[in-house]
């Protein structure tokens, strides 16, 4: 069975400029997070779709992030324009059900770089 | 304030000794409990998960875990640790009311010495 892929793996950036990153969950996975991992901590959740709906986008800032799952398969995260402390591992994870015991497959991450 | 804390940010254990890694929580209700190791460049993996029932968890790579109530804590547990267990350990909760997603601690990067 595949994986959580995720694209790209690694990306540098100016501040200001833009980026977006692509995750495509694990096939019949119904639940998408987005997980931005500063370096030193645990990951924090961005935002969590069930199907192409928004479930949690709390922690999300929709100044300059955004996100969408079209047809409720493959996502995109967006920052524009991106800050320093931007900088971070973004981490997407899928799960088959919304229950609170299933199991959240992780995705090996894209490395982004403000500079 | 409610958080996950493992208080331990690195650990050194010689190959073939034991190893406990801790994890403590501060919420009203017990959570579901998570421990997830992180590789060099790779996603992180499910160790093992407690619910409810038996407060001793086994799960995958000989670790376990035990839930204790009145300490709020689900430390990690491995006999004999291996060089290739070199990684970075988080753990993990979700809220019984406050959906799925997970929150984690800070993480314990664990070396193994030889």
């Known amino acids: 069975e595949a994986g959580v892929a995720q694209s790209p793996r690694y990306k540098i950036i100016e501040k200001r400029q833009s980026v977006a990153f692509w995750c495509n969950p694990i096939s019949g996975h119904a639940t998408l997070y987005w997980y931005q991992q500063i370096l030193g901590q645990g990951p924090k959740l961005l935002i969590q779709f069930q199907n192409n709906g928004v479930v949690d986008d709390s922690q999300l800032p929709k100044d300059r992030f955004s996100a969408e799952r079209l047809k409720g398969v493959d996502s995109t995260l967006k920052i524009q324009p991106a800050k320093l402390e931007d900088s971070a591992v973004y981490l997407c994870a899928s799960s088959f059900t919304t229950g609170q015991g299933s199991e959240q497959y992780f995705g090996p991450g894209t490395r982004l770089t403000v500079t | 304030a409610q958080s996950v804390t493992q208080p331990d940010i690195h650990i050194t254990v010689s190959e073939g000794a034991s190893l406990e890694l801790r994890c403590n929580y501060s919420y009203g209700a017990t959570p579901y409990l998570f421990w997830y190791v992180q590789s060099p460049g790779q996603g992180l993996q499910l160790l093992l998960k407690?619910?409810?029932?038996?407060?001793l968890v086994q799960g995958i790579k000989g670790f376990e875990a035990e839930f204790k109530r009145s300490q709020s804590s689900f430390n990690l547990r491995k006999p004999s640790v291996h060089w290739s267990d070199a990684a970075e350990y988080f753990c993990a909760v979700v809220l019984n009311q406050a959906g799925t997603a997970l929150i984690f601690g800070k993480g314990t990067t664990l070396s193994v010495s030889s």
């Open positions: 407690y619910f409810s029932g038996d407060t």
